[in-house]
């Protein structure tokens, strides 16, 4: 028994000193290969708007030295003109002036600007850009309606600078462009006080 003891000994110390004294494999290193990695980016073209577009005419956008007094506005002229039948004054009269104090310059056209009506993001390679158009089925002008109790209409025409057109600078982070919208109001037929309403589009697209 103390033989084989002996024995196996010897073959563990011959194992570990084999083991020990081999030499070490060295590394492999291959050859790099190419793979070509492709990634389709899709063209996009998005639109936000504001939902709603309110314009406030003011007093003075009608008629100067008119005053505040509840609900409306009330205003008077500087006196001018005769009127009676003295025949030592003059022949009988000149009689008040009936020019309109409404009829100045400006009522039958006034100008609205209005900056953040539209947001667009694009990522066109397209040559012609990006086009923004109000009303591009109907056209620059059109007719706002009254809502009862007011009657008539309010025309308008939007000024053609209010459209865009441009090539792409940016990509999708930030918009590719801001607009507003400027815009002449024509109250020729608007005969009452009170609201008139419409629609105007704007379209985004790249030809």
Sequence with gaps: MKNKFFAIAASIVALGTAI??????AQISGTAAPVNLNVQVPEV??????????????????????????????????????????????????????????????VGSLNQSLTGVYAVWSNSPRAAGVNITYNKDTGLTGTLTAVAPAIGTVAYTINGSSNQTGKVPKGLVDPTFVGGIDFALDLTNSTTAGSYTGVITITADAP
């Design 20 to 25: 020990t004294s081999a030499p070490a494999q």
């Design 45 to 106: 073209l998005y639109l936000k708007t504001v939902s709603d577009i309110y314009v406030g005419i003011s007093a003075s956008d009608l008629a100067s030295g008119l005053t505040a007094t509840g609900s409306g506005f009330y205003g008077s002229a500087s006196n001018s003109g005769t009127v009676g039948t003295d025949p030592t004054t003059s022949i009988p009269g000149t009689g008040v002036n009936t020019s309109s104090p409404f009829a100045r310059a400006g």
